[in-house]
């Protein structure tokens, strides 16, 4: 649903078909999935339960939603058919907000919720709950009509949702830590306990441990993985940057690489093993195997569209990598770059091929750390093309990758800080 879209009621999402991008459906959405925030901030929409056809019930991301229309629900068409499991983290929409007993903050008077309203926000893909619409007098139904005047209020406007402010479970510690950077929320893990980070990584989502976990330190990352059922920690690993994820698999057990190995979807094992397969301190071992791929004739706009997505790390939104088909690493030919600043210049019909840069050298898949370092120093990059003999782009290393093995092994457990405050008079 596009920003600006009115609000959807979540009665009316009961039992709607989910589409994949083909037209084929997927399964019914049978509940949705919120959680739950400090004080009086409206509960943010994770995702859906939806039941397949084969009766499991696994849960779709809102990240993987693309479109709500009328009667249905569109996703990218990549679904994890992991039966779903509820974290503690998680409230179950249906099965535990509707028809409950809250109370309106201005009158103090209980009233029972019969429907709960749920919108993007602006320029964002995350979804909140927004409005609750409840029904005064004695207890009602989300799905009957019961007698009783009925009104909409803000979420704020009535209390007995929230969590409270004390308490020790990983629930309350998670929507305390909700709006830290993964790095910063990976210190705080690692500060832990392992009987404590065992509990706040079991109730975080995937996608959002997958992110804290590329911020650990190595001990911490194994220790976490290891608590984990070995299908969600597969999961995990599918999350996580490719380059980050194979050197996590790396070092573990070679019997236990295999097994997460078999739980992962085939194209994401063969990049990891493909990974593996290179040094550590080298541009094979340090590339992502998913870097922004166009063939020469996507248009500048096409290209702008992509590097738009909100999921990419700033040095890989920098630029695009232009080849001949296939897409997917490895590609055909790699033609040449062309930088994000370039893109914004130039007409949006025009086609990235009459665009290129095709001077700059592309790194060799073993090229050694030292090597990589100059190249970025040398020419200015952010990010650079990593291309095998035959010609074809096989990732792209990252500054931030280079970074990473550069400075000292403990660097994640330094505090960095300014030593004096930046002075405000303008001297």
Not at 189 to 202: I, N, P, Q, T, Y
Not at 278 to 299: H, K, N, Q, W
Request: aromatic share 4%; hydrophobic share 40%.
């Amino acid at each position: 649903m596009a920003a600006g879209a009115p609000r959807i009621f979540v009665s009316h999402l009961s039992g709607v078909a989910v589409f994949d991008p083909a037209g084929d459906q997927v399964g019914r959405v049978r509940d949705l999935v919120v959680m739950l925030r400090m004080g009086q901030r409206p509960p943010r929409l994770l995702g859906l339960v939806v039941e397949l056809a084969t009766r499991r019930r696994i849960f779709l991301p809102m990240t993987r939603v693309t479109a709500i229309q009328s009667g249905q629900i569109i996703t990218t068409g990549v679904l994890n058919v992991r039966r779903f499991e509820q974290r503690p983290t998680e409230r179950l929409v249906f099965g535990e907000l509707l028809d409950r007993r809250v109370t309106l903050a201005e009158t103090g008077e209980g009233v029972t919720v019969l429907d709960l309203s749920v919108h993007q926000l602006p320029a964002r893909r995350e979804w909140e709950i927004d409005r609750v619409f409840v029904r005064k007098g004695r207890k009602g139904s989300a799905f009957r009509r019961a007698k009783g005047e009925a009104l909409t209020v803000e979420w704020t406007a009535v209390t007995g949702f929230s969590l409270e402010e004390q308490g020790q479970g990983a629930e309350n510690l998670l929507a305390t830590f909700e709006q830290l950077r993964a790095a910063d929320l990976a210190n705080v893990l690692h500060h832990l306990s392992s009987k404590r980070r065992a509990e706040v990584a079991a109730a975080l989502d995937d996608e959002r441990l997958a992110d804290v976990l590329e911020e650990l330190p190595e001990d911490d990352q194994i220790e976490i993985l290891g608590k984990l059922k070995e299908e969600r920690a597969a999961d995990v690993l599918e999350a996580m940057d490719p380059d980050d994820a194979a050197d996590l698999l790396g070092e573990l057990p070679t019997d236990e690489q295999e097994r997460l190995l078999s739980l992962m979807q085939p194209g994401d094992a063969a990049d990891m093993r493909r990974l593996m397969s290179y040094e550590e301190r080298t541009a094979g071992g340090l590339m992502t195997t998913e870097p922004i791929v166009l063939r020469p004739d996507a248009s500048v706009a096409d290209a702008l569209a992509r590097v738009r997505n909100p999921d990419l790390s700033p040095a890989l939104a920098a630029q695009v990598y232009v080849c001949r088909p296939p897409d997917e690493t490895p590609t055909g030919k790699y033609l040449g770059t062309v930088h994000f600043q370039r893109l914004l210049r130039e007409p949006p019909p025009s086609l990235v091929s009459s665009i290129l840069d095709s001077d700059l050298q592309p790194l060799d898949p073993e090229a050694d750390l030292p090597a990589i370092a100059g190249f970025f120093a040398t020419y200015d990059m952010v990010a650079a093309p990593v291309v095998d003999e035959a010609g074809a782009l096989l990732g792209a290393v990252t500054v931030d990758d280079v970074l990473d093995h550069m400075l000292p092994e403990d660097w994640r457990e330094t505090e960095f800080h300014l030593d004096e405050e930046v002075p405000t008079d303008g001297s």
